[in-house]
C-alpha cells in the first residue's frame, strides 16, 4: 500500500516474506541479524521523494518491522539484495522530468 502525504513525502506498508528473503541470500562470513527472524512480518517506510531534471532520490525517512523501528544502516543490507542502493539517484522513465506528490494529486511533467 502507498500513502501519499504532504510535501512530495510517501508511506508504504506491504508484508514481507523473511523465509522467502533469507532463502535467496548467500551466507554470511560473520553475524546476521535477519537470519534470526522467520515467517512474515509488516514493513513499513516513509520517506520523501525528489525528483529534478529527469532523475529522482527517496531521502529515508523511517523504517519499521512488525513495528520495531529499523536502523538506516539495516534498510541498507535488505534493500541491496535486489541490487539497490537506498542513496543512489535513479532515472525517472518515458523522459518524466518531475514528479510532483501532493494529497490527492500526482503531478508529471514531461
Same mark, same amino acid.
Given at each position: $500500500?502507498? %500513502?501519499? !502525504? ?7 506498508? +506491504? $508484508? ?6 533469507? +532463502? ?10 535477519? /537470519?534470526? =527472524?522467520? *515467517?512474515? =512480518?509488516?514493513?513499513?517506510? @516513509? *520517506? /520523501?521523494?525528489? $525528483?529534478?531534471?529527469? $532523475? *529522482? %532520490?527517496?531521502?529515508?525517512? @523511517? +523504517?519499521?518491522? *512488525?513495528?520495531?523501528? !529499523?536502523?538506516?544502516?539495516?534498510? @541498507?543490507?535488505? #534493500? +541491496? %539484495? ?9 532515472? !525517472?522513465?518515458? @523522459?518524466? %522530468? ?7 494529486? #500526482?503531478?508529471?511533467?514531461?
Amino acid at each position: $500500500t502507498l %500513502r501519499i !502525504l504532504a510535501d512530495n513525502r510517501l508511506s508504504a506498508t +506491504a $508484508t514481507l516474506d523473511l523465509d522467502a528473503m533469507n +532463502a535467496g541470500r548467500p551466507p554470511s562470513d560473520g553475524f546476521d541479524p535477519m /537470519r534470526l =527472524l522467520t *515467517g512474515s =512480518l509488516p514493513a513499513k517506510v @516513509s *520517506g /520523501r521523494l525528489v $525528483t529534478e531534471n529527469g $532523475t *529522482g %532520490r527517496f531521502e529515508l525517512e @523511517s +523504517a519499521e518491522l *512488525g513495528g520495531i523501528p !529499523l536502523p538506516r544502516a539495516l534498510v @541498507s543490507q535488505l #534493500v +541491496a %539484495r535486489y541490487d539497490v542502493n537506498i542513496d543512489d539517484p535513479f532515472d !525517472l522513465p518515458s @523522459s518524466i %522530468r518531475e514528479i510532483k506528490v501532493e494529497p490527492g494529486q #500526482v503531478t508529471v511533467l514531461q
